[in-house]
């Protein structure tokens, strides 16, 4: 079939199994260009599919040569609807990944349930015996809590007073203000439990207890600070509670790694075009700015080039890993400088629908947008018939 982008609001309906693979690809090419990683080994990324979890998993492979377990939950295609992008993704490093001779395989489930948490141990007991690395990058809206069953959904809204700015539509370019109402009680603690440490602390108990960490086992989930633009949507909003939870999860799971000498690290990242970003008021209007700024200044990078950063010269330099006075790593460093930020700041002020083409990076945003769903990949025929029936070479059933 002839596989076209069908948008609806912050959402791509459609995949381009070809475009995925060519993003894959070149993301795997750019690993093996900056050289070896001495690394971990035999890792488990949870979230393994797109943005920070899927970098995480063809870093470890393609920069250490090491085996994989990948963890997500995305919908396989059927004749006449493509995949989500995740599955082309995941379908794609798998067959690389084969074509190494490098271990790799993968469980397609709700990350947060206890029968997916128990099948991934198994398989690592049955194929890899202890994992060295465990990354935690998920990043769904909703979760089924496995012990109460009741589900949660998170919220973006701030605390306590209502949050007014501008925001840009990357459709059509056009910036306006936005209003947000403050949130309840009941939206912290439910945006807690979907996007804080809960879930993340039962998978190391559960692999712990197991048996399946290795002796200085490392784990490290992803998280976000951002610009003082942002705070009161986001780190000083309902997102924010949950980030808080995330990072003083950290020191717990540290704790009880202890007697293997293992390590918990939350990584704070940059801000970078996600399906979920993409949904946040503001966030697209400060990304467009931000990239154009970053671009500028030759600091600007993806998800990929954050990863490879992130091992290279934090997690496996050879030396102590380099921490801020919270005990987070900071990716985020070229994003949160001074005059990048100060920049940001001009140019908010500055904005507005006839504008932003020339002072930000709309262009590029969008661009980033697309490439998610496989679609604006630079060496893709999009005329040309694709193919939406794709197995994944290494899926347990």
């Known amino acids: 079939m002839i596989i076209t982008p069908r948008t609806r609001g912050f959402i791509c309906l459609t995949a381009h199994p070809k475009g995925c693979e060519q993003n894959v690809l070149n993301q795997i090419e ?33 920069g250490s040569e090491a085996s994989t377990i990948g963890v997500y939950f995305e919908k396989p295609p059927a004749k006449g609807k493509t995949a989500s992008p995740g599955w082309y993704n995941t379908a ?92 309840t009680e009941e939206d912290i603690q439910n945006t807690v439990t979907v996007m804080g440490g809960e879930d993340w ?16 086992a490392t784990t490290v989930a992803y998280s976000y600070i951002g610009p003082e633009v942002t705070e009161p949507v986001y780190r000083k909003g309902t997102i924010g509670k949950a980030k808080e939870d995330l990072e003083a999860t950290a020191f717990k799971i540290n704790d009880s790694l202890k007697d293997l000498n293992g390590q918990a690290y939350v990584s704070v990242n940059k801000a970078l075009v996600t399906q979920a970003s993409s949904a946040i008021p503001v966030i697209p209007l400060y990304i467009s700015l931000l990239y154009k700024i970053m671009k500028t200044n030759n600091v600007h990078e993806g998800c990929i080039e954050q990863i490879q950063r992130l091992f ?62 496989g679609f604006k990949v630079e060496g893709v025929d999009y005329d040309a018939e694709a193919d939406e029936i794709v197995n994944i070479p290494g899926l347990q059933e």
């Not at 971990?40 to 970098?55: E, M, Y």
């Not at 102590?320 to 790593?329: A, K, L, M, S, Y």
């Open 30 to 62: 750019y690993i093996k260009s900056k050289g070896a990683i001495d690394g971990p080994k035999k890792v488990l990324v949870i979230g393994a599919s797109t943005g920070f979890g899927l970098a995480s998993r063809i870093t470890s492979a393609f």
């Open 92 to 183: 794609a490093f798998e067959t690389e990944a084969h074509k190494a001779n490098l271990y790799a395989k993968s469980i397609n489930g709700d990350a947060f349930s206890n029968e997916i948490k128990e099948q991934t141990i198994a398989l690592i007991k049955e194929d890899l015996g202890q994992v060295d690395l465990v990354i935690y990058s998920l990043a769904s809206p909703v979760r089924t809590h496995p012990v109460t069953g009741k589900r949660h959904k998170s919220v973006l809204k701030p605390i306590g007073q209502p949050f007014k700015n501008k925001t840009v539509d990357f459709h059509t370019g056009v910036v306006s203000d936005i209003a947000i109402d403050p949130c």
């Open 201 to 216: 602390k039962m998978w190391m108990d559960a692999l712990k207890a197991a048996d399946v960490l290795a002796l200085k």
């Open 312 to 373: 290279s010269e934090r997690l496996y330099h050879g030396g102590v890993v380099p921490t801020d006075n919270e005990g987070r790593i900071r990716i985020d460093d070229w994003e949160m400088r001074e005059d990048i930020q100060a920049k940001v700041k001009e140019l908010w002020d500055q904005a507005t629908s006839e504008n932003l083409a020339q002072l930000g990076d709309l262009e590029g945003y969008a661009n980033d947008f697309f490439n998610l769903f």
